[in-house]
């Protein structure tokens, strides 16, 4: 039985309060100089019910800055990039923008990430220069500049630095290719066994083609887009962003379950797209499953992967060793069961994005999608589910569910006839940079979310 390293069991992540405050008292100014910015973070707000901090890409602030932000927390960025004449630092221990020192004289930048810099002017009936060429790993435009605040909006495909560049000679055909190889691939397999070697085998080739992390853009962006095409949720919120031009770039996580055979396939899959461990979760006999949490740096992606577990499992390193086949299904075995893996057929459970969550919540009822109750309600975070959406179900996977003694006559009949929720939008807000998750609300709504207690209900 192997144990995960330390640093891979970490639960402890700070408040980082003191840093948020600055990154905040930043935005204020820069928004009271910058009439644009203004505008754009009041209709953020009401017409998305988001909030300008959770879109800010990075800023560029004067060197005299450094002092306090390193005492806060900040350092030096080893992964980015900076353009000449400035100096990058991020926060590793806290969700916040990046900062870009400038050492001569010049605005201050306030950059806001949005999914494509060209649909952003758009949708804001703007026409103007745009640095970097079409698809290349970092686009920018500038959007206006006022009082000596300027607004700036980027796009980044697999790169976490701030310097743009071309594209190699045919490597656009072969990033095209790569999206339409992954967005048209093959979904339903007899076997789960085959569905993972069929992918691994595409992702292989991705891979090669793109390489490792612009494959990762690639995945991850359509995943979002074919989790969405099965979520109303996902449907009604991604097109209130995009009338603001703004995509999904205020995502926060994205949630993967897998039965106990293949986990470690997932975790082949995702350190193949330059995904590294984090924290672990083992609950065991509490609820019944186990979490490893994974975060891929430079395309700035974290996954959230959910299996089941068994009490005596809780000191295993499940993400390196396979599970062995169990009696019981628990709720994440039975989804996949009843859905299929979520990286080969059913896409992710949930796509979880930070929010107002108070405003979303009541912009969502307008629209006639209802939250269910709040399954993290701290000072620092919050979270919650819209209600699930109902897939139908699969005849010969119900049955072979019925057959090997895991599902009974009523399940199967109920299963068959009404189907099984699938999917959800998350609902999340954080405070004071927190970067982890609450693990015992976790166990909490994975026990609400059991198919057969819906059907209980």
């Given at each position: 039985m192997t144990s995960a390293p330390s640093h891979e069991q970490r639960f402890d992540w700070p408040l980082c309060?003191?840093?948020?405050?600055?990154?905040?008292q930043r935005l204020e100014s820069f928004v009271e100089r910058n009439a644009f910015a203004r505008s754009l973070s009041h209709r953020m707000r009401d017409e998305t019910g988001t909030l300008l901090i959770d879109w800010v890409d990075h800023l560029v602030l004067p060197a005299s800055d450094e002092k306090p932000f390193r005492a806060a927390g900040y350092t030096d960025d080893?992964?980015?990039d900076a353009p000449a004449g400035q100096h990058a630092l991020w926060h590793p221990e806290a969700m916040l923008p990046r900062i870009l020192l400038a050492q001569n004289a010049g605005p201050m930048v306030l950059a806001l990430r949005v999914e494509s810099v060209s649909v952003f002017l758009f949708a804001h009936g703007l026409s103007l220069a745009i640095e970097g060429v079409p698809l290349s790993r970092y686009r920018w435009a500038c959007i206006t500049e006022e009082k000596g605040a300027r607004l700036d909006v980027v796009e980044r495909r697999g790169y976490r630095g701030f310097v743009h560049a071309g594209h190699a000679a045919n490597a656009l055909?072969?990033?095209?290719d790569a999206q339409e190889w992954w967005r048209h691939r093959q979904r339903q397999f007899a076997d789960d066994a085959e569905g993972w070697r069929h992918t691994h085998e595409l992702l292989d080739r991705l891979i090669a083609l793109t390489g490792r992390d612009l494959a990762c853009h690639i995945v991850f962006a359509e995943e979002r887009t074919f989790w969405q095409s099965r979520n109303r949720a996902a449907c009604v919120q991604k097109a209130r962003q995009d009338r603001l031009g703004l995509g999904w770039a205020n995502h926060d996580h994205h949630t993967f379950r897998s039965s106990r055979r293949h986990f470690v396939d997932l975790m082949r899959a995702l350190e193949k797209l330059g995904f590294e461990r984090r924290e672990r979760y083992y609950t065991?006999?509490?609820?019944?499953?186990?979490?490893?949490?994974?975060e891929q740096s430079h395309e700035d992606i974290v996954a959230f992967c959910d299996v089941d577990l068994l009490p005596e499992e809780t000191e295993?390193?499940?993400s390196r060793e396979q599970l062995p086949p169990s009696s019981k299904l628990g709720t994440i075995g039975l989804w996949v069961g009843l859905h299929g893996e979520s990286f080969v057929q059913a896409g992710m459970h949930h796509l979880e994005c930070r929010f107002d969550h108070e405003l979303l919540q009541e912009q969502l009822e307008r629209e006639g999608v209802k939250t269910m109750k709040p399954f993290s309600d701290l000072p620092f975070l919050w979270q919650a589910f819209t209600e699930g959406e109902r897939w139908p179900v699969k005849r010969e996977r119900a049955q072979r569910l019925h057959d090997a003694g895991l599902v009974d006559d009523a399940q199967l009949r109920q299963f068959m006839q009404e189907g099984a929720i699938g999917s959800h939008l998350e609902n999340l807000q954080r405070k004071g940079g927190f970067k982890g998750f609450n693990q015992k609300s976790v166990s909490a709504i994975i026990a609400v979310t059991d198919p057969r207690k819906q059907m209980a209900h």
């Amino acid at each position: 039985m192997t144990s995960a390293p330390s640093h891979e069991q970490r639960f402890d992540w700070p408040l980082c309060q003191l840093a948020e405050e600055l990154v905040l008292q930043r935005l204020e100014s820069f928004v009271e100089r910058n009439a644009f910015a203004r505008s754009l973070s009041h209709r953020m707000r009401d017409e998305t019910g988001t909030l300008l901090i959770d879109w800010v890409d990075h800023l560029v602030l004067p060197a005299s800055d450094e002092k306090p932000f390193r005492a806060a927390g900040y350092t030096d960025d080893p992964l980015a990039d900076a353009p000449a004449g400035q100096h990058a630092l991020w926060h590793p221990e806290a969700m916040l923008p990046r900062i870009l020192l400038a050492q001569n004289a010049g605005p201050m930048v306030l950059a806001l990430r949005v999914e494509s810099v060209s649909v952003f002017l758009f949708a804001h009936g703007l026409s103007l220069a745009i640095e970097g060429v079409p698809l290349s790993r970092y686009r920018w435009a500038c959007i206006t500049e006022e009082k000596g605040a300027r607004l700036d909006v980027v796009e980044r495909r697999g790169y976490r630095g701030f310097v743009h560049a071309g594209h190699a000679a045919n490597a656009l055909e072969a990033q095209l290719d790569a999206q339409e190889w992954w967005r048209h691939r093959q979904r339903q397999f007899a076997d789960d066994a085959e569905g993972w070697r069929h992918t691994h085998e595409l992702l292989d080739r991705l891979i090669a083609l793109t390489g490792r992390d612009l494959a990762c853009h690639i995945v991850f962006a359509e995943e979002r887009t074919f989790w969405q095409s099965r979520n109303r949720a996902a449907c009604v919120q991604k097109a209130r962003q995009d009338r603001l031009g703004l995509g999904w770039a205020n995502h926060d996580h994205h949630t993967f379950r897998s039965s106990r055979r293949h986990f470690v396939d997932l975790m082949r899959a995702l350190e193949k797209l330059g995904f590294e461990r984090r924290e672990r979760y083992y609950t065991g006999k509490e609820a019944g499953w186990g979490a490893q949490i994974l975060e891929q740096s430079h395309e700035d992606i974290v996954a959230f992967c959910d299996v089941d577990l068994l009490p005596e499992e809780t000191e295993l390193d499940f993400s390196r060793e396979q599970l062995p086949p169990s009696s019981k299904l628990g709720t994440i075995g039975l989804w996949v069961g009843l859905h299929g893996e979520s990286f080969v057929q059913a896409g992710m459970h949930h796509l979880e994005c930070r929010f107002d969550h108070e405003l979303l919540q009541e912009q969502l009822e307008r629209e006639g999608v209802k939250t269910m109750k709040p399954f993290s309600d701290l000072p620092f975070l919050w979270q919650a589910f819209t209600e699930g959406e109902r897939w139908p179900v699969k005849r010969e996977r119900a049955q072979r569910l019925h057959d090997a003694g895991l599902v009974d006559d009523a399940q199967l009949r109920q299963f068959m006839q009404e189907g099984a929720i699938g999917s959800h939008l998350e609902n999340l807000q954080r405070k004071g940079g927190f970067k982890g998750f609450n693990q015992k609300s976790v166990s909490a709504i994975i026990a609400v979310t059991d198919p057969r207690k819906q059907m209980a209900h």
